[in-house]
């Protein structure tokens, strides 16, 4: 079942950020960096064109991400016009320190002491904007939280005479295009939980990782994961943890919730659940699976007429 999650307060949200946006230089895009397409908003994008505003692409949680697949993400964003990309985690001070200098350079004709350089924090929700706020200020100013949609309006802090920092609501969009990644956002705990349901959630991120990571599965729970699907891996879990529920039959939903949470923590080692090879290839098929399905309705449309 497609996810789809946008809360009321998005909307204004997306308003605000677009207003102050005009008074922004920089933007600072935080991304997760286990899924960096997935958790772009395209909204964000869709601004800044209409700005022109360049970008930082912070890859965060870089200490949960496959370290290749990170670096083949760097190189992808590197390569678009006033964008550069940094692979960093927002929870440690030395990486964040390197921020207000990788702006300046983005935006020269600030690199002065005349006026600030004006930065604004975007992304979705809980992928680590209030933590990055925080952290640059060194005080707690924005509510944090392991829960999506924790900030709703936004804040607005001077990190120095030469520095103004804008931290905004997480945002969604409207309709996520492609099913998988509802499912990669669920599963990082970027969407809220009203919105999926766990069991499901969790049988796309055990799919991903028998593709991607099959031995990590091995080591965490001890099972042989050769010849299962997603649905057998929760089974297995629920198994070698002993999850039954009254009546003795296997309980997994709590199987669900223990890999989820094994991924989030990344106590299942650093899992990347997108690459940008992979990212194209499921464009591609989708794009391929939508125009059969045009000539389809065409075909049938045509025998109708006659």
């Known amino acids: 079942m497609p996810i789809q999650w946008f809360p009321g307060h998005m909307t204004s949200a997306r308003k605000k950020a677009a207003d102050a946006m005009a008074n922004i230089d920089v933007i600072i895009e935080v991304l997760d960096a286990r899924l960096p397409m997935a958790s772009a908003n395209p909204m964000i994008a869709q601004l800044r064109a209409?700005?022109?505003r360049p970008c930082l692409k912070i890859l965060n949680k870089t200490d949960l991400a496959d370290p290749e697949a990170t670096a083949a993400w760097l190189a992808y964003f590197d390569a678009q016009p006033g964008v550069k990309a940094v692979a960093l985690s927002c929870k440690k001070a030395s990486d964040v320190a390197r921020v207000p200098?990788?702006?300046?350079?983005?935006?020269?004709?600030?690199?002065?002491?005349?006026?600030?350089?004006?930065?604004?924090?975007?992304?979705?929700?809980?992928?680590?904007?209030?933590?990055?706020?925080?952290?640059?200020?060194?005080?707690?100013?924005?509510?944090?939280?392991?829960?999506?949609?924790?900030?709703?309006?936004?804040?607005?802090a001077d990190l120095d005479a030469r520095h103004m920092l804008v931290d905004t609501p997480g945002m969604m969009w409207p309709k996520i295009e492609y099913d998988s990644d509802g499912y990669m956002l669920a599963a990082s705990h970027a969407i809220g939980r009203n919105a999926v349901i766990d069991e499901e959630v969790a049988s796309f991120l055990a799919d991903a990782l028998l593709q991607r990571y099959p031995v990590r599965l091995t080591e965490r729970y001890g099972f042989a994961a050769e010849g299962l699907d997603g649905p057998a891996v929760l089974e297995a879990v629920a198994k070698r943890r002993g999850m039954r529920i009254r009546g003795g039959g296997l309980d997994l939903e709590k199987a669900a919730l223990v890999l989820l949470q094994d991924y989030r923590d990344?106590?299942?080692?650093?899992?990347?659940?997108?690459?940008?090879?992979?990212?194209?290839?499921?464009?591609?098929?989708?794009?391929?699976?939508l125009a059969e399905a045009e000539t389809a309705r065409s075909t049938g449309s045509g025998t109708e007429e006659e």
């Open 50 to 52: 209409h700005r022109q």
């Open 266 to 289: 990344g106590r299942l080692g650093r899992i990347s659940l997108e690459t940008p090879e992979s990212r194209a290839a499921m464009i591609a098929e989708h794009q391929r699976l």
């Open 101 to 156: 200098a990788l702006c300046r350079a983005l935006a020269p004709h600030r690199n002065d002491n005349v006026k600030p350089l004006r930065m604004m924090i975007m992304g979705i929700p809980n992928v680590g904007k209030s933590t990055l706020m925080n952290a640059l200020l060194g005080r707690k100013i924005s509510a944090v939280g392991d829960e999506p949609a924790v900030t709703k309006s936004q804040l607005r």
